[in-house]
Every structure is written in C-alpha cells, then in structure tokens.
C-alpha cells in the first residue's frame, strides 16, 4: 500500500518581521548608491545623489567654489571657505523656519572632477532634479580695481518676474545691515553665469562682498556678523517662498 504523504504545514510569516527585512534592504541600497556617488561622480545614476537625499526640498543653496577651486581670497582667507560657512548658517537659519534645504556641497570635499564646466554643471543638475522653489548660490567678489571698491550685488535673469521678486526680496534684506554699499540687482543676461543661464529655477547669484576691501572682508569673516548677513538672506528666502505658495 502507497503511504499517504504527509501534508506539509504551511508557514506564516510575521509580517512585521518582513517589514524590517524591507526597510533594511532599502537603507542597504540608498548607502550602496551614496557610496557610488562618491566613488563614482560621473555615473549618471549617481548624478543626482545629493538633491535625493533631502526630500522635496524648497531651497536649493550653492556654496561657491570648493574643493580644487578656492575662487578669490585674500592672504589665507579663501572665498571657498568663506561661501560654505555663510550658506551653511542661511540654511539653517531657513530649516529653523520649516524650509527644507539641500546643498551642493556642505563641505571643502566636491564629487565632481577638478574642471569648471563638470563642476558648475553639476550644481545646476542637483538644482534642476530638486524639485525646489529657487536655487541661491553665495559667493565673494573681486575686481581688477583693487580694495578700493566694495558692496554687495545680486545677479539673476531680471526678466524673469520672479528672479526679480527673489532679488528684491533678499536685497531689500541685507540693505537693512548697512555693513557696505548696495550695488544693485545685475542682469545676467548681460554677462552669462552657467549656473543662472541652464538653472530652471527661479535663481540667484549673491556676491555678498569684496575680500579684498578692509571693511568688507572684516563683516564677512567676523562671526556674529557672518551670522546677522545670513539671517537676513534666508528671511528674503523665506518671504519670497511665502509671497509666492499657492
């Protein structure tokens, strides 16, 4: 006579069990891509790493310069490390006020290659795939003239109505310091700026000062100052995304 075969119990599984088995293997994957994105800078699937790991970001900063390129300094003061600090202070001044924040660099380290172009085109891509509301990128200036001149200028497509609306708003800002003269909103269609000209977001260069003027280096290197220029970028910033929600 044939046995009957045993019929096999049939096992449950704990779904709780294989919900944690789930989040493991995405936080698994998303340090897996981090990882590439580091390692490999230029794979177009890590392209755009940094702007994924801030979800639904408002505002888009840009620390000018970095890493290879130190932009304009003056004596050992660098206006790479100058950016980075001030843009660092403006985020979180936004993130104190429920802004969410990314960055294209928050530190002297960069991903991309040590070239201008790859370098800028890589900033307006993590601007671009954001899905933010504007994209403000810091920097210092600098002019053939020497120390003698100072201020600060704000640069954007003034034709666009609202890249003139952001101008407006966070030089209406930083007038309110008095720390040097106000140079006014320039266009830069007059002097093309890669990371403005292919930005599809409403979008601004600030050029908060001069490192080579006296009075201008010492306001942007002083801390509690530093701090006082940031706080009234980011309530420009904040206005601005206020004026213009839906």
């Not at 210092?140 to 201020?151: H, I, K, M, Q, R």
């Not at 002083?222 to 701090?227: D, F, G, K, P, R």
């Amino acid at each position: 006579m044939r046995r009957l075969a045993k019929k096999r119990k049939k096992k449950h599984r704990d779904p709780m069990k294989l919900l944690m088995i789930l989040c493991l293997e995405l936080i698994v994957v998303l340090v897996l891509l981090i990882l590439c994105a580091k390692v490999f800078p230029d794979n177009p699937i890590t392209r755009s790493i940094t702007s994924l790991i801030i979800e639904d970001p408002q505002v888009v900063l840009d620390a000018g310069h970095g890493g290879y390129d130190s932009g304009s300094n003056f004596g050992d003061i660098y206006e790479k490390n100058v950016t980075l600090a001030l843009t660092k202070k403006i985020g979180t001044a936004l993130e104190n006020k429920g802004i969410k924040v990314a960055y294209t660099r928050t530190s002297d380290e960069v991903s991309w290659p040590a070239d201008e172009v790859a370098d800028l085109t890589r900033r307006v891509e993590i601007s671009n795939t954001s899905h933010a509301k504007v994209f403000v990128s810091i920097h210092t200036n600098a002019s053939e003239l020497g120390s003698s001149v100072n201020g600060f200028e704000i640069w954007g497509k003034i034709k666009d109505t609202n890249v003139f609306e952001l101008s407006k708003q966070v030089m209406g800002q930083m007038e309110q310091l008095q720390y040097t003269q106000n140079r006014g909103i320039k266009d830069q269609d007059l002097a093309p700026l890669q990371v403005l000209q292919d930005n599809q977001l409403p979008a601004i260069l600030i050029e908060t000062g001069f490192l080579e003027n006296e009075n201008d280096r010492a306001y942007l290197t002083n801390e509690a100052s530093q701090q006082a220029l940031a706080d009234k970028i980011a309530q420009g910033i904040y206005n601005y995304i206020k004026q213009n929600e839906p």
